[in-house]
């Protein structure tokens, strides 16, 4: 590897942060922003039965789902089922929201569930289960329905919200800002969406499938229990799988994600998840020889990190019980990722000190029992410094003994 401690990319990617919004304003200038239609949304409403909706997504290009806004699936076979039971029932739905990405072109922003739960049903795919108002129907798919009601459902209507190019400015940023802004504010499915579920729809791209991708590593996937890594998962995951916190929420690739954002600590602003948000938005810029760089300093350092501490890997130490804790703590193994990331030069000598950095790392979470630095208490950028710095200094300490 390299000797430095950012890629390329990385070196530059600061440059010329944009400046936050003004939070004092006269009313002069606050009724001349609204005046002016900046942050106006421009939205139109459209309808279509069923049976031409999911004509309609078989066009190539009309709306892409998973492609853009997409996230790990979470809804089971009854939960379809009572999508299903809602048209039988003529219960309303909530509309589908999307953006126009081009003219007669869209990217569906809330709604996926729905409509994959639609078109499954439309194909067969989907074999209706604990249904509590039309039992009769469970152990049905569409094609074997009764013909009354395989045509009051086929009577029904998918109406979709569509946020217009109007909406965005000129830039991709400014599309993007817009983006952000409407999705975060809208409850999918139900189901609100985690922040790192929202940068994984609104962010896709090459570093967004890189984060993915470097979360299947082996020994990320053991450190936090998270069952080996199968081919079969990128397409369907198991129930299982999918019935982990951690796995579902995606938490499992926003961890990932901090470590290479809590690289650049001396950057930190707008609070720890809007930090994440805005490496995310820079990281988009990264080239192939970037990714490439910071795959092989990922897994030097998760091999490097096991190597110390093997299966107490970010587990911290229980002060009150004198025991390491059964499970690894999100805020420690940042500051062992980021820390021992900058020591990768001298390795050798951290693995030949393994025995002494971990007592070590027992002092770390005695000495701060009260304040609970290493548990992730505060994430003001004085926190997020301080337990890197002091981890660091440890790692110096331990192998200058």
Same mark, same amino acid.
């Given at each position: 590897?390299?000797?430095?401690?950012?890629?390329?990319?990385?070196?530059?990617?600061?440059?010329?942060?944009?400046?936050?919004?003004?939070?004092?304003?006269?009313?002069?200038?606050?009724?001349?922003?609204?005046?002016?239609?900046?942050?106006?949304?421009v939205t139109e409403a459209n309808r279509e039965q069923l049976p031409n909706f999911v004509e309609a997504l078989r066009r190539p290009g009309w709306m892409e789902l998973r492609p853009f806004y997409q996230r790990r699936l979470r809804w089971d076979v009854e939960r379809?089922?009572?999508?299903?039971?809602?048209?039988?029932?003529?219960?309303?739905?909530?509309?589908?929201?999307?953006?126009?990405?081009?003219?007669?072109?869209?990217?569906?922003?809330?709604?996926?569930?729905?409509?994959?739960?639609?078109?499954?049903?439309?194909?067969?795919?989907?074999?209706?289960?604990?249904?509590?108002?039309?039992?009769?129907?469970?152990?049905?798919?569409?094609?074997?329905?009764?013909?009354?009601?395989?045509?009051?459902?086929?009577?029904?209507?998918?109406?979709?919200?569509?946020?217009?190019?109007?909406?965005?400015?000129?830039?991709?940023?400014?599309?993007?800002?817009?983006?952000?802004?409407?999705?975060?504010?809208?409850?999918?499915?139900?189901?609100?969406?985690?922040?790192?579920?929202? %940068?994984?729809?609104? &962010?896709?791209? $090459?570093?967004?499938?890189? *984060?993915?991708?470097?979360?299947?590593?082996? +020994?990320?996937? !053991?450190?936090?229990?998270?069952?080996?890594?199968?081919?079969?998962?990128?397409?369907?995951?198991?129930?299982?799988?999918?019935?982990?916190?951690?796995?579902?929420?995606?938490?499992?690739?926003?961890?990932?994600?901090?470590?290479?954002?809590?690289?650049?600590?001396?950057?930190?602003?707008?609070?720890?998840?809007?930090?994440?948000?805005?490496?995310?938005? %820079?990281?988009?810029? &990264?080239?192939? $020889?970037?990714?490439?760089? *910071?795959?092989?300093?990922?897994?030097?350092? +998760?091999?490097? !990190?096991?190597?110390?501490?093997?299966?107490?890997?970010?587990?911290?130490?229980?002060?009150?019980?004198?025991?390491?804790?059964?499970?690894?703590?999100?805020?420690?193994?940042?500051?062992?990722?980021?820390?021992?990331?900058?020591?990768?030069?001298?390795?050798?000598?951290?693995?030949?000190?393994?025995?002494?950095?971990?007592?070590?790392?027992?002092?770390l979470f005695v000495r701060h029992a009260d304040d609970g630095l290493f548990m992730g208490r505060g994430n003001t950028k004085g926190d997020v410094v301080g337990r890197i710095e002091e981890y660091v200094h440890m790692l110096a300490e331990a192998i200058r003994v």
């Open positions: 590897m390299p000797n430095m401690i950012y890629s390329p990319s990385e070196q530059t990617m600061w440059e010329a942060v944009g400046r936050r919004a003004t939070i004092h304003a006269t009313d002069e200038e606050i009724n001349s922003k609204y005046t002016s239609r900046d942050w106006r949304i379809q089922s009572k999508l299903i039971e809602s048209f039988v029932m003529n219960i309303p739905v909530p509309p589908l929201f999307v953006y126009e990405s081009d003219f007669a072109k869209y990217e569906v922003m809330d709604g996926q569930q729905r409509i994959n739960t639609i078109r499954e049903f439309y194909s067969n795919g989907l074999e209706l289960a604990g249904l509590e108002q039309w039992p009769e129907l469970n152990g049905k798919t569409y094609s074997k329905l009764p013909s009354e009601i395989k045509k009051g459902i086929d009577r029904r209507s998918i109406s979709y919200i569509v946020l217009l190019k109007e909406s965005a400015g000129s830039s991709p940023e400014e599309q993007m800002m817009v983006k952000q802004q409407v999705f975060e504010r809208l409850n999918t499915g139900g189901v609100e969406l985690t922040r790192q579920e929202i %940068r994984n729809c609104l &962010f896709q791209g $090459e570093f967004n499938s890189f *984060l993915v991708d470097l979360a299947t590593n082996a +020994l990320h996937r !053991a450190a936090w229990k998270l069952p080996p890594f199968t081919s079969s998962e990128k397409d369907l995951p198991s129930q299982q799988l999918l019935s982990n916190k951690l796995y579902s929420k995606m938490a499992d690739v926003e961890i990932v994600l901090r470590f290479f954002a809590l690289r650049h600590a001396d950057r930190y602003t707008r609070g720890l998840q809007g930090f994440l948000d805005l490496y995310m938005h %820079r990281a988009r810029k &990264f080239t192939t $020889e970037d990714l490439t760089w *910071l795959r092989a300093m990922f897994n030097e350092t +998760l091999d490097l !990190a096991s190597a110390i501490y093997g299966a107490l890997l970010f587990r911290p130490w229980d002060v009150r019980v004198g025991t390491w804790e059964a499970d690894p703590h999100v805020a420690f193994a940042d500051a062992v990722m980021v820390g021992i990331s900058r020591n990768l030069s001298v390795k050798d000598r951290l693995v030949s000190s393994k025995a002494l950095i971990v007592e070590r790392t027992k002092e």
